[in-house]
C-alpha cells in the first residue's frame, strides 16, 4: 500500500481539507492515521502553549485556521525568530522572508494571518509555506507551520522545544470475534526518548467485566497483558526487552471480576500487527 506522504499529513495537520483519495486512504490505513494523530499532536501542541505564554484563554480552532477572530491580536516575535526556523529547516531562498512580518505593525492580528486570504499579505506568505511544504519532507515541517499559522510569539519559542512526534513503528487493524460488533485499532509508537508505547483505541467499551489489553503469540500459545482499557482508547508502555515478532497480536479481552489474572478465553477485538 501506498502511504500518503509526510507532506500532506501535514497540511492536514494544519486543518487543510483532504481530497477524496485522502478520505479514503486514511479510512483503511491505521499507519497513516496514526502519522496524522502524531502531527495533529505537534500542532495542538503549539496552539495550547500559545495560549499559555499570551496570558489570555485563547480559544484556538481545531481545523488550523485562525480567521474570524477580530479584535484579538498577539504580539508579533522578533523577525530573528523566523530567520532560525528558515536556517534550521534549510528553507529556500523564496522563503526567508519572515511570512508575520508587516512593515510599520507591532502586532498581528489573528485574522491578518488568515491562510484563506489570497489578498492578504501575510495569508499570501502563508500560501507559499504550503507550496513549499508540498516539496518538502520531514515531520518538523508540523511545528514550523503550525507556529505561522497559530501566529503567537509565545507559539515560536514552544515549537522550538517540542520534541518530534512519535515514530510509527508498527499497525493494526483490529477486528470482532464471534458475538462482538466492534471495531477498533492499534498502533505502536516509538517516542522521542526510545520507549515504545501501544495505542489501542476500539468503537466502544462495552464489556460484561472489565478490559483487558493483551499481546498474543501467533498461536496463541504464550501472551503478555499490558493493563486495563478504561473507554475507548487505551495507552501502554512496553517492556524494553519485550520482542514483538514473538507477540505481534494485539488482544482486547473481557474479564470478569473473579481475581483471576489469566485471559479469560472471552476477546473482544484482535489483530495482528504489521511488523
Sequence with gaps: MQH?????????????PSTDEETE?????????ADLGSFSRVVAAA????????GDDLELPDSGAVSGAPGVTLPAPDPSVWAGIHRELNLGEDLRQ???AVPGATAVSRAAVDATDASNASGASLS???AARRRRTGTWLAAAAAAVVVAGAGVWGAVRAVDPPPEVVASAELAPLASYSDTGSA???RLPDGRRELVVTASSDAAQGFREVWLLAPDA????SLGTMDGTEGRFELPADLDLASYPVVDISDEPY???PAHSGDSILRGQLDL
Excluded at 500518503?4 to 487543510?16: I, K, P, R, V
Excluded at 496552539?47 to 499570551?54: L, W
Design 221 to 224: 500459545s504464550s501472551m503478555v
Design 187 to 189: 498502533v505502536i509508537d
Design 4 to 16: 500518503l506522504h509526510d507532506d500532506a499529513l501535514t497540511l492536514l495537520a494544519l486543518g487543510e
Design 47 to 54: 496552539r495550547q502553549a500559545a495560549a499559555g505564554e499570551s
Design 25 to 33: 486512504h486514511l479510512e483503511q490505513c491505521p499507519r497513516c492515521r
Design 258 to 260: 473473579d481475581g483471576d
Design 98 to 100: 519572515d511570512p508575520l
Design 128 to 130: 507559499s509555506l504550503a
